[in-house]
């Protein structure tokens, strides 16, 4: 069972920026397609990028341009990094995994596997 640890969430001002990072232990993240998710208060948890195995996934609208997923097998870890950031932006940003392909689907019901989430807070 592959556990995932999330870290790195801050308090920043706009246009700042923070790297997330999802360490996992129990499997190999290789093994795993992963996705960051965030929820914003008062909001569901919604997709924000998928690490699809074999290709390259599209960014939520909200933040193509800015974030950038991508992980480091060596490390076992998954990373979120993320550039001019906006108070938009604030929220719970959790990663998630499965050995399944869901073809870089977002949907929550597509993984099974969750960590506890790091808190981003981006104030104006």
């Known amino acids: 069972q592959v556990k995932l640890v999330e870290s790195g969430g801050d308090s920043v001002q706009a246009g700042g920026s923070l790297r997330l990072s999802c360490a996992a232990s129990?499997?190999?993240?290789?093994?795993?397609?992963m996705a960051w998710f965030r929820q914003a208060p008062g909001k569901e948890r919604a997709g924000v990028v998928a690490?699809?195995?074999?290709?390259?996934?599209p960014y939520a609208d909200s933040v193509t341009g800015r974030f950038t997923i991508f992980k480091d097998n060596a490390k076992n870890t998954l990373y979120l990094q993320m550039d001019s950031l906006k108070p938009d932006d604030t929220g719970m940003y959790y990663c998630?995994?499965?050995?399944?392909?869901?073809?870089?689907?977002?949907?929550?019901?597509?993984?099974?596997?969750w960590g506890q989430g790091t808190q981003v807070t981006v104030s104006s």
């Open positions: 690490l699809d195995r074999v290709r390259s996934c």
């Open positions: 998630a995994a499965v050995l399944r392909s869901p073809d870089c689907g977002l949907s929550e019901v597509d993984y099974n596997h």
């Open positions: 129990g499997d190999t993240i290789s093994r795993f397609h």
